[in-house]
T-cell receptor, first 111, second 116 residues
Framework: RKEVEQDPGPFNVPEGATVAFNCTYS??????FFWYRQDCRKEPKLLMS???SGNEDGRFTAQLNRASQYISLLIRDSKLSDSATYLC????????????FGKGTSLLVTP | NAGVTQTPKFQVLKTGQSMTLQCAQD?????MSWYRQDPGMGLRLIHY???????DQGEVPNGYNVSRSTTEDFPLRLLSAAPSQTSVYFC???????????????FGSGTQLSVL
C-alpha cells in the first residue's frame, strides 16, 4: 500500500468554482505534510504546508486531521491558472527530509 | 542564485550504457535528494544525502549510485542503463535535513531519460 493515497481525478471545474482534494496517509508517525503543485512537464513546487490547526493562503485552505490520517486542500474561486496536478506529501518520519509523494490529483479549470 | 541546476534536460541511452545525471545547488543546502517520476507512480525517492560525505538509500535505489563529495554537488550515476530506468528524474535540496522544520524543498527542472 502506498504511504500517501489520493484520487487521481481529473477534476474538471468551471472558473469560479470551489474544489476540494483529499488524501490519506498510512504512517501515523509522519509529522509534516505539504501540498505541492506540479505543472505539466515541470518540477513540483511547494504550494503550502499543512498544519493541524488548518492554514489558509489566499484562495487556498489546507487542513490536517491526524485522528483520521487525512489531509485536504480547498481551492475557492478557481482560476484557469490553477490547472495543474496537486501532490499530497508527507514526511517519512525519522528519515529526515525524505518525503512520500502521492500520485497527484489532476485539476482542469475551464472557462 | 541559480537554485538547483540539473543537466542534461534530455538524454537517450542504449541498454547497458552508463551515464551521470548532474545536480548542483548554490544555496548551501545540507540536504539533497534524487527522485524519479513515472506515469501513475508519483515521485519515488532514489537516494538522498544529509551532508557532504553522507548518502543513504531511498525507496528505489537499485541500479543507481550517488556520492556527495561537496555540499554543492550530488550526481546520480546509472551504472548499466535498463529500459525500466526510463523516467523523469528530479534533484531536490533543502537547507534543513528535517521536514519538520518546514524548510522548503527546492526541485531542479528535471531530466527526461529514455533507455532504448
Amino acid at each position: 500500500r502506498k504511504e500517501v493515497e489520493q484520487d487521481p481525478g481529473p477534476f474538471n471545474v468551471p472558473e469560479g468554482a470551489t474544489v476540494a482534494f483529499n488524501c490519506t496517509y498510512s504512517n501515523s508517525a509522519s509529522q509534516s505534510f505539504f501540498w505541492y503543485r506540479q505543472d505539466c512537464r515541470k518540477e513540483p513546487k511547494l504550494l503550502m504546508s499543512v498544519y493541524s490547526s488548518g492554514n489558509e493562503d489566499g484562495r487556498f485552505t489546507a487542513q490536517l486531521n491526524r485522528a483520521s490520517q487525512y489531509i485536504s486542500l480547498l481551492i475557492r474561486d478557481s482560476k484557469l491558472s490553477d490547472s495543474a496536478t496537486y501532490l499530497c506529501v508527507s514526511d517519512r518520519s525519522n528519515s529526515g527530509y525524505a518525503l512520500n509523494f502521492g500520485k497527484g490529483t489532476s485539476l482542469l479549470v475551464t472557462p | 542564485n541559480a537554485g538547483v541546476t540539473q543537466t542534461p534536460k534530455f538524454q537517450v541511452l542504449k541498454t547497458g550504457q552508463s551515464m551521470t545525471l548532474q545536480c548542483a545547488q548554490d544555496m548551501n543546502h545540507e540536504y539533497m535528494s534524487w527522485y524519479r517520476q513515472d506515469p501513475g507512480m508519483g515521485l519515488r525517492l532514489i537516494h538522498y544525502s544529509v551532508g557532504a560525505g553522507i548518502t543513504d538509500q531511498g525507496e528505489v535505489p537499485n541500479g543507481y549510485n550517488v556520492s556527495r563529495s561537496t555540499t554543492e554537488d550530488f550526481p546520480l550515476r546509472l551504472l548499466s542503463a535498463a529500459p525500466s530506468q526510463t523516467s523523469v528524474y528530479f534533484c531536490a535540496s533543502s537547507y534543513s535535513q528535517w521536514a519538520t522544520d518546514n524548510e522548503k524543498l527546492f526541485f531542479g527542472s528535471g531530466t527526461q531519460l529514455s533507455v532504448l
